[in-house]
DNA sequence: TTTCGTAGGTTTACGCTGTAAGTTATACAC
DNA sequence: GTGTATAACTTACAGCGTAAACCTACGAAA
């Protein structure tokens, strides 16, 4: 017979990278980094752990692809408006791609091979930035300021262990009474007055920060 | 006999949750976090994996124990000086400290309980921020951007493939052979114009963006 | 001096990990 | 049909964290 040689096989559709990284992707958005592991990515494409290494060279190798896969969310500068509004949108985009996949953040200090999309992702900033009359010495240095901040707030923000402002209070509590308040004064008043309102949302500092250093970067380039 | 039961036994000096960290990070300091499991920190010890769980409750206790003792190296700001020179001055201490570790900044988004010495730097930072005339809510902005700034950096700055000025140069003549200029010309621009001259140092990057956040700062305190 | 509890070490074992090596099945070209 | 490339599977190994059970030396009590 000229159908599949057995009578259920379904006609097995062909892994590749993209799926293969996809489905980490959402292994990782789902269980945390330390639920991908070969074996159990195989299990979501229904294969073996060995198959996927047609498609990856290693662990590695799909832990860059993942991250690359990140980076291709961030939305790029678009050259429609001015740079300042254009670096605002990239960076909340940027948090925005961090906090959706949040095994990333932790990842990316130890991988040194930037994929495509993060190149791309890189030139388009800095041509951004120099078609605004940044120079090349100020371009870096701005790249650098937001880059670190945007990775660090992404870090600190996974760090905490609540994520909806009702947990936020929950949380900050039961640490409070935990926390010796004679030995952290400072501490403890910033929990009890500020983190213990109810309107507190950590999320919001991200832009306070960034509007800080993008009205920073745009004095210096004008002194300069 | 009163001496040891067999001749050849020296008085065997007992482990401690101080020793056991603090081999932690030497090991790590050393072959990075990968080399840091509980046989070869054992071995290290001249001990079984298994004697540290005296000490610390698992991995993960061992881990938080030796963050905090990176925590631990940073200088509290001393209330000798203006405010903006402390908190530069603690900022580069921390810089520094999570250079001396680099693996340390990639361990730090997935632990969510600090150590003691964590939390005395946190509460210093913050009494200092306080005492300078800074809200509780601007304090609480301040202390934001600058943490997130500093870890990011060091995050940035440990992914980098190069650490001496040579190197870089090196390195980055090589990345510049493969990346394909016409796709990402800026990028190769900065590159070629900024990162290939002699004197280019990434590390000397970090104060260009810490001044422009304490300047940024000040404003902000005395505008609000 | 003998006894005994306990703190801190060791041994063994289990299920998990990444991946090298070897084998088999599928799909297409001729 | 036959040959060949591709991509799957199977097996195996060394290393991982750590639970459970065990051993042994030291300090205090009897």
Do not use: C
């Amino acid at each position: 017979m000229t159908a599949p040689t057995h009578p259920g096989a379904e006609p097995r559709v062909p892994l590749n990278r993209e799926r293969v990284l996809r489905a980490g992707v959402a292994l990782a958005d789902e269980g945390g980094i330390e639920s991908v592991s070969m074996r159990k990515l195989g299990g979501q494409l229904a294969v073996e752990a060995m198959s996927l290494y047609n498609h990856v060279a290693n662990k590695d190798d799909l832990l860059d692809g993942m991250i690359d896969m990140v980076f291709g969310e961030i939305d790029l500068p678009s050259a429609n408006a001015d740079w300042k509004t254009e670096m605002r949108e990239r960076a909340i985009s940027a948090r925005e791609a961090l906090g959706r996949h949040p095994w990333a953040t932790g990842l990316m200090d130890s991988r040194t091979t930037p994929g495509p999309a993060t190149l791309r992702h890189h030139d388009s900033v800095i041509g951004t930035l120099r078609e605004a009359g940044f120079s090349i010495e100020m371009a870096a240095h701005a790249f650098s300021v937001l880059d670190s901040y945007t990775y660090g707030f992404a870090m600190q923000e996974q760090s905490l262990p609540f994520e909806t402002e009702e947990e936020t209070a929950e949380v900050a509590e039961t640490i409070l009474a935990q926390l010796p308040a004679d030995e952290y004064p400072h501490l403890a008043e910033m929990t009890i007055e500020h983190v213990l309102l109810p309107d507190y949302d950590y999320a919001s500092e991200y832009e306070f920060g960034l509007d800080l250093i993008l009205d920073g970067l745009e004095r210096a380039r004008d002194t300069a």
